[in-house]
């Protein structure tokens, strides 16, 4: 697919670009370009082809479900201005 300059002129304006009159060509040719790298990808046949999440079969590495840290609530609360059964309370903004 070949793009002109007033191709390039109404792309830019829809993107909200400032393109030079110098680079007016230069943005068509590699538009172009992109164009045509698209045709031909969708010319492809890929019915056989199964659907990939990841190009190289790679494998989340998780870490173990562990405990690191003990449970401070008794020490963080201690501190706090109000607290009721274990929770923190706070003053109401919304009436």
């Given at each position: 697919m070949?793009?002109?300059r007033t191709d390039v002129d109404k792309i830019a304006h829809l993107a909200r670009?400032?393109?030079e009159e110098q680079d007016a060509p230069e943005y068509a040719q590699n538009l172009s370009?992109?164009?045509d790298l698209v045709d031909q990808m969708q010319a492809i046949d890929t019915t056989d082809v199964l659907p990939m999440a990841h190009p190289l079969d790679a494998v989340?590495?998780?870490r173990s479900d562990?405990?690191?840290e003990e449970n401070q609530r008794e020490l963080l609360q201690s501190v706090a201005p109000a607290v009721e059964n274990g929770l923190f309370l706070?003053?109401?903004?919304?009436e």
């Open positions: 070949s793009l002109d670009l400032q393109i370009n992109i164009l989340q590495r998780l562990l405990v690191t706070v003053p109401k903004v919304i």
